[in-house]
């Protein structure tokens, strides 16, 4: 057993109302720079729609992630000598039309139009050509089923129920998939990449470009089924999503699940056996991969995990908040999370607990209760194109997983429906998905109420330890001589201070996760520390406005 | 003169050459890459590069054969200069049209692909000029030099060859490419100059052959780098002499 510890997220499909504030906050974060126009590592789809890049599910097309091929898992794209002899050029790489040509607009003219009788129109500018485009396609081109019977009739997920589904477009089901990195225990971006720049971080599992050593050979982009590589046009480098590491690193949820309106993703450890991966991905049977993958997590409440955790060097705090881990309780305990296309064999560590509303927002359409669970469960038993979809999605085309799940919620709806009602619980609901009344309340509790330090337990990266070790050899002789004060040899000698960033990083954690600032502990060393950067609108912090006294004066 | 363009500028281009892609690693390895502009358009690239690579790879072993290799070696293995010959323009001509017909394609589709055009540097569009007229004197020298023989026969491997030769064994005999013909010493000259610049251009991307691939695990596992403001995104600005995007215009 070879104990790892992965930061994963979990995404609830049921509260996603589409808002792409997730896409627009990381965006800002991460992708606002030249070269990086068409690029979100965040997007939102609406499904069934082509997503984005265009299609990219298509693997007979696109060629990413991995196979199986006489029992052993080989990159679906070929293996190095392949990549080798193609590195000239890449076969397999989608175009920028195949994302979207990024434009802008020629603001200039508003400003610059002589007086005249209309208005003057700002045109639409190519990024990538300079020229006045006409803009035929974007990242959320069929937003909200937009144009569906172009498009989302061509989603390669509706391949063998595409004659079952309505695409009629107040018959179909619609709902949003959000989508970032998958951060995979077993990265075909990774292994696609012939300077070995993509490398998986040991401590947290976070998959990364090594900027100074990628040489833009664009493999990693074809690799990932997932297209969730970009290249920077202009740097000719590959980036991704970094699982916003500068922040996991002091404890603080991505700038996606931060912001995002809905409060529908977690963020926790999940801790898992790194030696059985390879063995998982390597199942015959495609349907036999989710239980694969759940068997790869380790359960941290076990004595003998523990113990090889911290024998594999995990810290203490890390294997506590792999127990508190929400991601753990919805993959492991309550089992409602799904990975999304576990086929692609890479073991994405993004996953999705199904949407339930294509099957309430029926049953609310023909008049019945929708929240009962006699009509919810014959709505699942008859509802089968939506739930064939979800299983496309989400199991391999597996539809008991999705099943299982999607009567999972339904039940919670009935039973906690009952509890708000001020009526009796009705314990057959949760026995009849085989659950029970408290663990059924658990989840609901975790999917409705939980909190932003319940939603995010994110245990900060242990960068101190490898201070302490440097003391050891550095500080000490100057604490022999000085007492241990800072500035001994000059300014700026001794133990380096706090980044700005970091500490700001650490007052909005603390006002996150604090009901007012007046709740921050007395001691707190933030407290009173407040500043623009770090105030959140709550409350009026001392010294950050000048006193009504002040300002009359 | 002799002295200047054999054996100084050689001297000297060598010299930048090996000192500027020492200097250019250490400063601006996230610099080092060809910048692809396959984003763009990949149709003509798919024919091109490939055709432009492969043809370069056959081109650059064909001249490590023939200014390596002393002649005295090929005739105790039995191997007539003539037979030689014959041997080297049919390896020769097929790689040396191969990548100059790809290098055309790919200066056309640079040409005239807007995208790819913007993003043409000055620096670019240089370096093409030089190793453009490169492999074409060197596709010169071998159809007119070797198959069609105008100005008389040269036989290159007494003469440039060996001076090529005496240059790394610091010995240089600068008499011998003074009497090679004009082909020869332009396609000599311009080379050197190719290597000058070469540190300094996106022809750094050949040292980035990614022999490595074939032998290390897919998978690539890193500690996080515990030094401060390592790892965290914070970088020291590298670029020596690229100014960033933002402030070039």
Redesign the interface.
């Known amino acids: 057993m070879r104990v790892m510890a992965q930061m994963a997220m979990v995404m609830n499909l049921d509260k996603c109302i589409g808002c792409h504030t997730c896409s627009v906050t990381c965006k800002q974060a991460w992708t606002n720079r030249?070269?990086t126009e068409y690029v979100w590592f965040n997007n939102v789809e609406t499904r069934p729609g082509l997503g984005y890049p265009r299609g990219y599910e298509d693997q007979d097309e696109w060629m990413g992630g991995w196979v199986l091929r006489n029992g052993r898992l080989r990159l679906r794209a070929g293996g190095?000598?392949k990549?080798?002899a193609l590195?000239?050029?890449?076969?397999k790489?989608p175009?920028?039309q195949d994302y979207y040509e990024p434009w802008t607009y020629d603001y200039e003219t508003l400003l610059n139009a002589p007086a005249q009788k209309t208005f003057p129109v700002a045109r639409p500018h190519s990024l990538?050509?300079?020229?006045p485009i006409n803009v035929s396609w974007s990242a959320n081109w069929d937003d909200d089923l937009g144009g569906s019977r172009e498009h989302a009739v061509k989603d390669p997920m509706l391949k063998g129920i595409e004659d079952k589904v309505r695409m009629e477009f107040e018959k179909t089901f619609m709902f949003y998939l959000p989508r970032i990195c998958e951060h995979c225990l077993?990265?075909s971006c990774?292994?696609s990449?012939?300077?070995?720049a993509?490398?998986?971080?040991?401590?947290d599992g976070i998959v990364l470009v090594?900027?100074?050593?990628?040489?833009?050979?664009?493999m990693c982009i074809t690799g990932c089924p997932y297209k969730k590589v970009y290249?920077n046009?202009?740097?000719?480098?590959a980036e991704k999503c970094t699982f916003c590491?500068?922040r996991i690193?002091v404890g603080i949820p991505t700038v996606c699940s931060e912001t995002c309106v809905g409060r529908l993703r977690y963020i926790g450890l999940v801790l898992y056996d790194a030696d059985k991966v390879l063995e998982a991905a390597t199942v015959e049977d495609d349907h036999d991969l989710y239980e694969a993958q759940l068997g790869v997590f380790l359960d941290p409440e076990d004595p003998e995990v523990r113990r090889e955790a911290e024998a594999a060097g995990i810290p203490a705090d890390w294997v506590e908040a792999a127990r508190r881990s929400p991601v753990k309780k919805l993959i492991l305990d309550h089992r409602v999370a799904l990975p999304l296309h576990p086929e692609y064999r890479t073991m994405p560590m993004v996953w999705y607990i199904p949407p339930l509303s294509p099957v309430v927002d029926v049953v609310k359409d023909t008049g019945h209760d929708a929240e009962d669970v006699d009509n919810l469960f014959g709505a699942i038993e008859t509802l089968r194109i939506p739930v064939e979809y979800l299983a496309n999605l989400f199991t391999a085309g597996d539809v008991a997983p999705v099943d299982r799940v999607l009567r999972k919620l339904a039940a919670m709806r009935s039973y906690m429906r009952d509890i708000n009602l001020g009526r009796d619980p009705r314990d057959e609901i949760p026995a009849a998905v085989g659950m029970e009344g408290e663990q059924m309340y658990e989840m609901f509790r975790l999917l409705a109420l939980a909190k932003y330090s319940e939603r995010y337990v994110i245990p900060p990266?242990h960068?101190e330890q490898?201070?302490a070790l440097e003391e050891l050899a550095t500080e000490c002789s100057v604490s022999a001589y000085g007492g241990g004060q800072q500035d001994v040899f000059g300014e700026g000698s001794g133990a380096?201070p706090t980044?700005v960033a970091v500490e700001n990083f650490r007052v909005l954690q603390q006002t996150q996760s604090a009901d007012s600032l007046e709740e921050l502990p007395g001691d707190n060393p933030l407290r009173g520390r407040v500043n623009l950067l770090t105030w959140d609108g709550r409350g009026m912090p001392d010294g950050l406005f000048p006193s009504d006294q002040e300002a009359a004066r | 003169m002799t002295t200047f363009l054999w054996v100084i500028v050689p001297y000297v281009c060598l010299a930048v050459f090996v000192v500027g892609h020492v200097w250019r690693y250490r400063y601006d390895?996230?610099g080092?890459?060809?910048?692809?502009?396959?984003?763009?358009?990949?149709r003509l690239?798919?024919i091109g590069?490939?055709l432009?690579?492969?043809g370069m790879l056959g081109v650059v072993m064909g001249h490590v054969i023939g200014l390596v290799v002393p002649q005295v070696w090929t005739n105790a293995l039995g191997l007539s200069p003539h037979a030689y010959h014959v041997i080297a323009l049919a390896g020769g001509i097929p790689a040396g049209v191969a990548a100059l017909v790809g290098l055309a394609i790919l200066v056309y589709r640079r040409r005239t692909t807007?995208?790819v055009f913007?993003?043409t540097t000055v620096n670019d569009k240089v370096m093409y000029a030089v190793l453009g007229a490169v492999v074409a004197l060197g596709m010169w020298n071998t159809v007119a030099g070797s198959l069609l023989q105008f100005g008389g026969e040269y036989n290159y491997r007494e003469g440039v060859s060996v001076w090529f030769r005496s240059i790394f064994l610091f010995r240089p005999e600068a008499g011998l490419m003074a009497e090679a013909p004009l082909g020869f010493q332009l396609h000599a000259l311009l080379a050197f100059a190719l290597f000058a610049m070469w540190p300094f251009t996106r022809l750094v991307?050949v040292f980035?052959a990614?022999i490595?691939?074939?032998t290390?695990p897919?998978?690539?596992?890193?500690?996080?780098d515990?030094r401060?403001g390592r790892g965290?995104?914070n970088?020291a600005p590298q670029r020596g002499w690229d100014k960033p995007?933002?402030t070039r215009k």
């Not at chain 1, 993509?198 to 401590?203: F, L, S, T, V």
């Open positions: 030249a070269g190095r000598l990549k080798l590195i000239f050029s890449n076969p790489m175009s920028i990538i050509s300079g020229k077993n990265p990774a292994a990449c012939p300077s070995g993509i490398y998986k971080r040991e401590e090594d900027q100074d050593r990628c040489r833009g050979w664009r290249f046009h202009k740097t000719g480098k590491y500068p690193e990266a960068a490898a201070h380096a980044p | 390895k996230f080092w890459t060809t910048r692809s502009s396959q984003l763009y358009e990949s690239l798919r590069s490939p432009f690579h492969f807007g995208p913007r993003a991307h980035s990614p490595g691939y074939l290390r897919y998978l690539v596992y890193r500690s996080k515990p401060p965290t995104g970088r995007e933002l």
